[in-house]
């Protein structure tokens, strides 16, 4: 308690600090989530896609982030077993903001994807560990979260591949591609549209008041009811717009007919997955940075949950934009370029796949990776398409994905000790 008063404005400068390295460590690594097959379809040139995705990060995680978030993320330990000792709880989340802000810097060096909530569990998991046991994690949780993450990217493969087989069977491929495209694309439009719109609604603005208010609106339907029929009127707006506007797209790519109507959707799906990403993934900076200022204002009580500050909310959102504008390319080009070659029809394929399992990841409770669904997704596509898939790149990602916790951990337990020691605090 002594160390909180003594120390309450330095430990609140240096938790914005920390946090803001977090968000920015998540720009960084996390941009490709939404525009590395963009860029590497060639759909998107770089520049472009770094505005855009700047952009809609920036009002996903601003608008649209966690106004109430858990003190511990994904329930990782008890806040009970800090009761007694605030300051070491204050201390662990600080240590484990910086661990994981560092090692997402440290894969994005080597232009490895990695997931950011695995960053911020194995953080806060190594310093509870550390300091309490082994008991005081919750590894059933931790253990069935991982399972999910392990299988989603298998299930986003095989989807992403039946998409693409059914894009190069019903149009590209076929005996009057042009004629096939007018009929078929303005379906795939449709089915943008949906998904779109129940993710924003169900994932994106899931922490605002939009979901109830459009229950109201369909006289207290229920919530999934309603995200169904406003996903359908959706679709059918996005079907209408592409058979009067999308039929006489062109583009400079290959096939330009085919493949720059494909580009076309690709940009909205970009533009969803990166606004529903900066509304969901902020969270893993600004909750322990709200849990550490919601237990110095209450002076050491350490609440179940923590009210999001909007100027910590701003915080997480300018970090995530610096750090995907500075050295989100190193990722998009893994994801966009390394792993198999990309057009805007597989590129979309894998977009929609991604976004469709995070959909009813969302729906159902199940937290995933966004990071590993769209890995999962991009690989499926070269395996199915071409066979052409860079193995030696993917067994780098997955080998980056199995040491992040421990990475994690690691980094953890060193700043605690670290800050421990600064702080004089046993």
Partial sequence: MEFIIDNFYLIIVTSLIFGGFMAYGIGANDVANAMGTSVGSKALTLTQALVIAAI?????????????????????????????????FVLGMMSSLLAAGAWLLIATTFGLPVSTTHSIIGAIAGFSVFYIGWNSVNWPYIGGITLTWIITPFIAALLSGLIYLSAKRLIIKSEKPLENGRRYIPIYAGLVGFIISAMTLNKSLANTEVPLQLTQAFGNLDLFAAIMIMGFFVALICYTISRLVLSHYVSTSENPDVEGKFAVLMIFTACSIAFAHGSNDVANAVGPMAAIINTIENLGSIEAQSVVPEWVLLTGAIGIVLGMLTLGYKVIKTVGEKITKLKPSKGFAAEMSTAIVVLF??????????????????VGIGYFSSNKVN????????SSWFITVPGGAILSITFFVILKTLFGVS
């Fill in 391 to 398: 193995y030696k790149s993917v067994l780098e990602i997955l």
């Fill in 361 to 378: 990841g969302s729906i159902s409770g199940v937290p995933l990776s966004t990071t590993h669904t769209l890995v999962g997704a991009v």
């Fill in 56 to 88: 809609f990060e920036f009002l996903g995680a601003y608008l649209a982030g966690a106004e109430v978030t858990t003190t511990i993320k994904e329930n990782i330990v008890s806040p009970a077993l800090f009761s007694e000792n605030p300051s070491i």
